[in-house]
């Protein structure tokens, strides 16, 4: 699989382009587009996965689009304005916010874990996705991505984590001493990262975006 982002920074657009027979697996919803020479098949990997996938706050399938005939190519974006970017799975291993993950090559193992306090985002509850396996994978954000190396100790607003090493630990803390502070400061938590490796932040937090928004519509009426 080749992968072209376009459109970059703000409205990014992933390209894929397959081989014959070669596919690529998506998270449902993600699809702009496609060559008509594709086939799609929708899958749930098991019963139990599925539901961790919706507890996580993915979909309950995922799609696998497959080229037959001939050279093939298929468009993805994410449901919000931002970037994207392409990880290398296979000497580095990964830990995504769910709602960043895109698509991957098949090679790529994309599971959901409940990690405790490691896999806790704002608005993602007690899981996180985690991969195994050797290929590439896509994951979008809202607004920016940036990567950040860690060499020791950074603090991270929750809403704004979108990927980490799976070398680096995560801790989900106060964002100051105490926790009538955190409260007050209208911060909420931050994820204390730990150890040494790379990690993916977006600049904009989805959460406090609606809010935001939320309080300038009109009322609905009854």
Same mark, same amino acid.
């Given at each position: 699989?080749? +992968?072209? #982002? #376009? ?16 596919? +690529? ?5 993600? #699809?702009?587009?496609? /060559? ?7 899958? $749930? ?5 599925? *539901? ?11 799609? /696998? ?38 698509? /991957?090559?098949?090679? +790529? ?12 985002? $704002? ?21 920016? *991505? ?42 909420? *938590? +931050? ?7 790379? #990690? ?23």
């Amino acid at each position: 699989m080749q +992968v072209n #982002l #376009l459109y970059r920074p703000s409205q990014a657009l992933a390209q894929c382009w397959l081989a014959p027979g070669e596919h +690529v697996i998506a998270e449902s919803g993600a #699809l702009v587009g496609m /060559s008509t020479n594709v086939r799609v098949e929708t899958q $749930s990997g098991g019963i139990m996965s599925g *539901l961790k996938r919706m507890l996580a706050g993915e979909s309950f399938y995922r799609n /696998s689009f497959i080229a037959e005939g001939g050279h093939a190519e298929v468009l993805f974006a994410t449901p919000l304005s931002g970037d994207m970017t392409v990880l290398e799975v296979g000497d580095r291993q990964w830990c995504v916010q769910s709602s960043a993950y895109v698509a /991957s090559s098949p090679e +790529v193992e994309v599971k959901t874990r409940s990690g405790g306090l490691r896999g806790f985002f $704002s608005g993602a509850g007690l899981f996180a996705l985690e991969t195994a396996g050797q290929g590439q994978m896509i994951i979008g954000a809202f607004g920016a *991505l940036e990567e950040l190396p860690v060499r020791g100790h950074v603090v991270i607003d929750t809403g704004h984590l979108a990927a980490w090493e799976s070398t680096l630990s995560c801790r989900i803390g106060k964002n100051t001493s105490t926790w009538l502070g955190t409260w007050l400061s209208g911060e909420g *938590l +931050v994820c204390h990262v730990e150890g040494s490796g790379s #990690l993916w932040v977006q600049s904009r937090n989805a959460g406090r975006y609606g809010a935001a928004i939320g309080a300038r519509l009109a009322p609905r009426q009854p």
